[in-house]
């Protein structure tokens, strides 16, 4: 079984910071292109960042230049670090991997529980 856990959200004043993780675990061989995502309430889904096995990264144009995803591949680890922090941050943010279980086998869709994020003063 895997698993996909958020941790590091929290509250925040505007202009702050705070570090996402998200961490895998589990029985597998292989992870693909990470995702955060975030919802805020009453508003669609939103892709914030991806980044590939091999490190290439995109961000949505709102968090350029603010946002930075790196991963870990020797902690299964992906974070998102995330600064100057505006209120309309505020948002649940979840991370979506593909996980390879075998060698052999697909890879299968994997979501975390999501972490909540509120930059407010």
């Known amino acids: 079984q895997v698993q996909l856990v958020e941790s590091g959200g929290g509250l925040v004043q505007p202009g702050g910071s705070l570090r996402l993780s998200c961490a895998t675990s589990g029985s597998f061989v292989s992870i693909g292109t990470v995702v955060w995502y975030r919802q805020a309430p009453g508003k669609q889904r939103e892709l914030v960042a991806t980044i590939t096995s091999g490190g290439s990264t995109n961000y949505v144009d709102s968090v350029k230049g603010r946002f930075t995803i790196s991963r870990d591949n020797a902690k299964n680890t992906v974070y998102l670090q995330m600064n100057s922090l505006k209120p309309e941050d505020t948002a649940v943010y979840s991370c979506?991997?593909?996980?390879?279980?075998?060698?052999?086998?697909?890879?299968?869709?994997?979501w975390g529980q999501g972490t909540q994020v509120t930059v407010s003063s």
């Open positions: 979506y991997a593909p996980v390879k279980l075998h060698i052999n086998s697909a890879y299968i869709q994997s």
